[in-house]
């Protein structure tokens, strides 16, 4: 069974650009979660899909979106990029019956110039 | 205040020690939580979950603390492995800072 894939898996921004991460959960996974881990800080909580529904959504500014997509896979945007938007944004799934384990990407390693 | 809140690290140990970390949360009505394990630059993975009865494997325990609203995970004869940072999560999925473990030979 393939696990939660992300893309791009690197890629360099200037201040100012635009940027779309890309999520793939694991079959079966209806519920999305996006998280912010800037360079040896803890994971910040950015985004909570389910079923296509934005359920709960961190302490980001409104340039920090995303969607779910039918298939469930989902997309982080990331408007008027900053400096201190260079980070890991991991993406995890979970079947979304409620509180469970956590299954997480790699990540898309961002950095802002 | 954010839902889970984790002791400061880092924790520095010697192999075979015993290491335990804490983590408290706000909220009374939680009664899930997770103990994760992030190694340098890898994604988190699941370590143990943590619920009213607590959970034990091998060398790791895992408890709930109701009266004191604190989760609580033992690792016994740390091994150099065990090397990592060690990540709560309440029911609401909101993380943790992390707690960093060394275990030194």
């Known amino acids: 069974e393939a696990g939660v894939t992300q893309s791009p898996t690197h890629l360099i921004k200037t201040r100012g650009q635009q940027v779309t991460l890309r999520c793939s959960p694991i079959?079966?996974?209806?519920?999305v979660y996006w998280y912010q881990q800037a360079l040896g800080l803890g994971l910040q909580f950015l985004l909570w899909?389910?079923?296509?529904?934005?359920?709960n959504r961190g302490n980001f500014p409104p340039r920090f979106s995303g969607r779910q997509f039918p298939n469930y896979s989902s997309e982080l945007n990331v408007n008027a990029l900053e400096l201190e938007d260079s980070a890991l944004y991991l993406c995890?799934?979970?079947?979304?019956?409620?509180?469970?384990?956590?299954?997480f990407g790699e990540g898309s390693r961002l950095t802002v110039l | 205040r954010k839902e889970v809140e984790q002791d400061p690290g880092p924790f520095n140990v010697p192999e075979g020690a015993t290491v335990a970390f804490n983590c408290t949360y706000s909220?009374?009505?939680?009664?899930?939580f997770f103990w994760y394990r992030q190694d340098c630059r890898k994604e988190p993975k699941l370590l143990m979950s943590?619920?009213?009865s607590g959970n034990e494997d091998g060398r790791f325990t895992a408890q709930l603390n109701r009266a004191s609203q604190y989760i609580s995970l033992l690792i016994r004869d740390s091994k150099l492995s065990d090397s990592a940072t060690y990540l709560c999560?309440?029911?609401?999925?909101?993380f943790g800072a992390g707690t960093r473990l060394t275990v030194k030979p």
């Open positions: 943590v619920y009213s």
């Open positions: 999560v309440g029911p609401d999925m909101r």
């Open positions: 899909y389910d079923e296509g529904e934005e359920r």
């Open positions: 995890a799934s979970n079947r979304g019956t409620g509180p469970g384990e956590l299954f």
């Open positions: 909220n009374s009505a939680s009664q899930s």
């Open positions: 079959s079966g996974h209806t519920s």
